[in-house]
């Protein structure tokens, strides 16, 4: 196995065609080809499916992939240690959020204070966000709660009740409670599997010996909350991240203590990483201290 074969592999995985990594590499595709058959031959494993189209990655292959992501990773981590330059911080800094609210203004002052780094953020539900982060697919993540294991760093945002919320006239006016056996009774509106939310609501139900059935289940916030709107059901969401709406009526759960943890994490392995400590900073910092 040679560094050559590892990097040709590492580049037609991340850009997904021999002929995008042989122009990334600044080599032939026949070589970046061979390369790739050599390592494949050498330890006699199929790492691509190959399509006349395109190429798709195995299963060794997504594993091969997932460790030479942390491989170039540390490569380049020694490149800028050992760099004149090193105190410039660029790159990308890629975050998938279970809700953004609580990293909107941090994310503000990180653009004013390192303009070179490209930011991404996206949406995903917990599970989702720590597959991301494991596979080296994303460097920061909010999550529901804090991640069982010892494999992430964590930074506690907030705690606020679960609440449900309805369209306005969806139950009459004097309606601004509900008990948690009640809604065994209501059309209800779930997120996707892997929502803590959805989770939490589940234990909670299990526990009394309740089985509560969805009627629509939604990928996403926004879906569920458009759902409602229209009168299709209860949804249910963090008190933080409801958000009025002269469409919609809240209601509070008077007999469940249910709670969500908002949490930051990311991989501890990848705390020295450039952009993820420069983040991580902004975000236990004070406003006032991270003004110039």
Do not use: W
Not at 212 to 217: E, K, M, S, V
Request: hydrophobic letters at 40%; charged letters at 30%.
């Amino acid at each position: 196995m040679r560094y050559s074969q590892l990097r040709a592999f590492h580049h037609v995985a991340r850009l997904g065609g021999f002929s995008r990594a042989a122009e990334a590499l600044l080599i032939t595709q026949p070589a970046i080809s061979e390369q790739v058959r050599k390592l494949e031959t050498d330890h006699d494993v199929l790492l691509f499916h190959r399509d006349r189209r395109k190429v798709r990655l195995t299963r060794a292959g997504e594993e091969l992939f997932r460790m030479t992501k942390q491989f170039f990773e540390t490569e380049h981590q020694i490149g800028e240690y050992l760099s004149e330059s090193r105190a410039a911080i660029e790159g990308e800094l890629r975050i998938i959020a279970d809700a953004a609210h609580h990293i909107t203004d941090a994310l503000s002052r990180f653009r004013k204070r390192y303009p070179a780094v490209r930011v991404t953020l996206s949406a995903g539900n917990t599970e989702d966000i720590l597959a991301a982060l494991r596979s080296y697919d994303a460097e920061i993540g909010v999550v529901g709660s804090p991640p069982q294991g010892s494999d992430m760093d964590t930074l506690d945002l907030s705690t606020t009740d679960i609440v449900a919320f309805c369209a306005r006239d969806f139950l009459p006016d004097s309606t601004t409670t509900l008990s948690f056996d009640a809604l065994r009774d209501l059309p209800l509106i779930f997120r996707e599997q892997g929502s803590k939310t959805r989770a939490k609501l589940v234990d909670e139900a299990t526990r009394r010996k309740l089985r509560l059935t969805p009627a629509i289940t939604a990928e996403g916030r926004e879906a569920v909350r458009e759902l409602v709107a229209s009168g299709a059901g209860i949804g249910f969401v963090s008190h933080a991240e409801y958000r009025p709406d002269d469409r919609l009526r809240l209601l509070r759960l008077t007999d469940a203590d249910l709670t969500m943890t908002e949490v930051m994490v990311h991989l501890t392995q990848r705390r020295d990483v450039k952009v993820i400590r420069a983040f991580m900073e902004i975000m236990r910092s004070a406003p006032e201290a991270d003004t110039p």
